[in-house]
Every structure is written in structure tokens, then in C-alpha cells.
């Protein structure tokens, strides 16, 4: 599976972005999926997962109420609109596949795949 991730910039705090995560390969639906963000001079962090089948999602406390992670296995895309952002939220965002069960698991060690990353700075 190749990732290719895309819509981050620049946003004022309270702005809304909607990320965007391209996925190829035929057995995409077969892929839990999560969005990480790492921000300068912090390790990589989960941010949102979904099952395979779309209907299971997990969240980062510090995004829930404010992100949602959709997916849509016809086209094979994972999306992550987030609202309300923060300064905090600035980061470079990363998508992610890994096997079923995966969603739930906030480490990065259990996904296999990753997206190459897309910037989204929030200006206070």
C-alpha cells in the first residue's frame, strides 16, 4: 500500500482544515487506518484511527469533539477534517495503514505504511 497525504497550510487558531490521505494498492479496505502528527522536537503521536470497515474510530483526547476521521473504501481515501484548531495542533500530519485491530493501538511500531506528511501550521 502507498500513502500519499495532502491539504495541510496555514490556518488561523479556530480555522478548520480537511486532510486528505490517497491510498493505492487493491487491499486497501482490508487496512486499519490512523493519522499521526509530529511537531519540531517531539516524537510522533496518534492522532485518529478507523477500522478497515469505517465504522470503528479512536481519537487522541486532545482532538476529540474538535477532529473526525471518515473514510471512504470506494476510493480509497482516509480523511481528517479538524476544527476548531489550536496552535498546539501544528504538526506535520501523517497517515498510516496497518492490520485490522490497528485503529485502537496508538504506537507507531504496529503500522506498516506511512504517508510521506503534510504540513498545517495554525498562527495564533
Known amino acids: 500500500v502507498q500513502l500519499q497525504a495532502s491539504g495541510g497550510g496555514l490556518v488561523q487558531t479556530g480555522g478548520s482544515l480537511r486532510l486528505s490521505c490517497a491510498a493505492s494498492?487493491?487491499?486497501?479496505?482490508?487496512?486499519?487506518m490512523a493519522w499521526f502528527r509530529q511537531a519540531p522536537g517531539k516524537e510522533r503521536e496518534f492522532v485518529a484511527g478507523?477500522?478497515?470497515?469505517?465504522?470503528?474510530?479512536n481519537y487522541a483526547d486532545s482532538v476529540k469533539g474538535r477532529f473526525t476521521i471518515s473514510s471512504d473504501n470506494a476510493k480509497n481515501t482516509v480523511s481528517l477534517q479538524m476544527n476548531s484548531l489550536k496552535p498546539e495542533d501544528t504538526a506535520v500530519y501523517y497517515c498510516?495503514?496497518?492490520?485490522?485491530?490497528?485503529?485502537?493501538?496508538?504506537?507507531?511500531?504496529?503500522?506498516?505504511?506511512w504517508g510521506q506528511g503534510t504540513q498545517v501550521t495554525v498562527s495564533s
Open positions: 478507523i477500522s478497515a470497515s469505517g465504522i470503528r474510530k
Open positions: 494498492g487493491r487491499t486497501f479496505s482490508r487496512y486499519d
Open positions: 498510516a495503514a496497518g492490520p485490522s485491530g490497528s485503529y485502537y493501538i496508538t504506537g507507531t511500531r504496529n503500522y506498516h505504511y
